[in-house]
């Protein structure tokens, strides 16, 4: 099975950009649908980008889009996390979850699609 690892967290200020990684150990990862979520303290954990198998198909949460882009590299077993004008309320964990693939050209938005998570990465963004 899987295991998705997230780096590239950290302290950045209002507006600036970041960019996350999801490296995975096990199983190639074009077997599986991608997707990132976040969760900030007191919060549930939401919905925030996420691909397709083959990164055919693409999506994020309204309160990102055009901010923020998931992106993967399969041939290096690498999921992106593109975050850019970064605001005080992106302020959160993020994680990288993994779906198993039925290969269809579509993404999925809710966390229970989901079968292997990785342990997180603390996003802090300073106003």
């Known amino acids: 099975q899987v295991q998705p690892v997230e780096s590239g967290g950290g302290l950045v200020q209002t507006g600036g950009s970041l960019r996350l990684s999801c490296a995975a150990s096990?199983?190639?990862?074009?077997?599986?649908?991608m997707g990132w979520f976040r969760q900030a303290p007191g919060k549930e954990r939401e919905f925030v980008a996420a691909?397709?198998?083959?990164?055919?198909?693409?999506g994020a949460a309204d309160s990102v889009k055009g901010r923020f882009t998931a992106s993967r590299e399969n041939d290096k077993n690498i999921v992106y996390l593109q975050m850019n004008s970064l605001k005080p309320e992106d302020t959160a964990v993020y994680y990288c979850?993994?779906?198993?693939?039925?290969?269809?050209?579509?993404?999925?938005?809710?966390?229970?699609?989901?079968?292997?998570w990785g342990q997180g990465t603390q996003v802090t963004v300073s106003s």
């Open positions: 691909t397709s198998w083959n990164g055919g198909s693409r």
């Open positions: 096990g199983p190639t990862l074009n077997r599986y649908d």
């Open positions: 979850a993994a779906k198993l693939t039925s290969y269809m050209n579509t993404y999925y938005r809710d966390p229970d699609d989901y079968d292997y």
